[in-house]
């Protein structure tokens, strides 16, 4: 299984914490060592950056953990290969544009059968099932709607896609709109949202620890997604099963 990371904030926000204990279990203290990929939003633009070889050895994840990107919506994805080789095309988050934005989707499970599903405006360009979900998605969103709709009936479609995905297999999900970021727990996807009185907080993974208090205002709210707890000294809370959560700004936006 794949490892996801995301992050929705009220302000531009790095996840150099987090990252770092992330790419630490791509085949260091985890064995998902077949690749990495990470999508920061920047309004309506989206910096995307990939490597098909273990996060924990790659120069390039170093780098942008210590470069520290600030942004409002972030999706990761570290890859342990089960569908499609090793490769850079296969490597999460998967992006396309729609409707005038970016959608960046990233997917940790298995889904027999999924390629049996008809695709129209959307294609995928690696050979994984994830990918090919993600374009079945699009499609049929596109199909739907020639342009976004509103929240609530987008919100009802996702989830009634992702519904009918988990029907494959495993389906744990990250998808950005460029706004809001969508999270369909199949197994594992747990969450953390920090706010006022922000506190120190340390990795499981690495020893390295950050007194959050010291790089934030009273005002900010992030919230953290990840497959499964990253720190030792917080509450981490499962996300509800077989349901779609949005984040808007660091909160729930709808459920």
């Known amino acids: ?13 790095d996840i150099s914490f987090s990252f770092s204990g992330l790419i630490r279990r791509g085949g260091e203290t985890g064995p998902h ?20 070889v273990a996060s ?18 972030v999706i990761s994805h570290i890859r342990r290969a089960n569908r499609g080789r090793v490769a850079l095309e296969n490597t999460h988050p998967f992006i396309r544009e729609m409707w005038g934005r970016y959608w960046c989707f990233a997917h940790n499970g298995q889904l027999s059968g999924v390629k049996t599903l ?25 199909a739907r709607w020639d342009k976004m709709p509103t929240d609530r009936q987008l919100h009802a479609a996702i989830a009634e ?13 990250l998808l950005s ?3 809001s ?8 996807l747990v969450w953390i949202t920090r706010r006022a009185p922000f506190r120190a907080a340390t990795l499981l993974d690495e020893d390295v620890t950050v007194d ?4 934030t205002s009273p005002s900010d709210v992030v919230t953290i997604v990840a497959t499964r707890p990253l720190t030792g000294d917080e509450t981490w809370s499962p996300l509800p099963k077989g349901a779609l959560v949005a984040f808007r700004d660091g909160q729930m936006h709808e459920r």
């Open 56 to 73: 924990a050895e790659s120069p390039l994840a170093t780098f942008i953990a210590d470069y520290a990107i600030k942004s409002e919506i």
């Open 177 to 179: 709109d460029s706004r």
């Open 118 to 142: 008809p695709l129209s405006a959307y294609r995928p360009v690696g050979t994984t099932d994830s990918e090919h979900a993600f374009c079945w998605m699009l499609s049929q969103l596109r």
């Open 33 to 52: 060592k077949d690749g990495w990929g990470i999508a920061f939003y920047d309004g309506k633009g989206c910096r995307t950056f990939h490597d098909p």
């Open 1 to 13: 299984m794949c490892e996801l990371l995301g992050m929705s904030a009220s302000v531009p926000t």
């Open 161 to 173: 896609m992702a519904a009918s995905l988990s029907r494959h297999g495993v389906f744990n999900m």
């Open 212 to 215: 959050f208090a010291k790089h």
């Open 181 to 188: 970021l969508f999270c369909h727990r199949g197994t594992h």
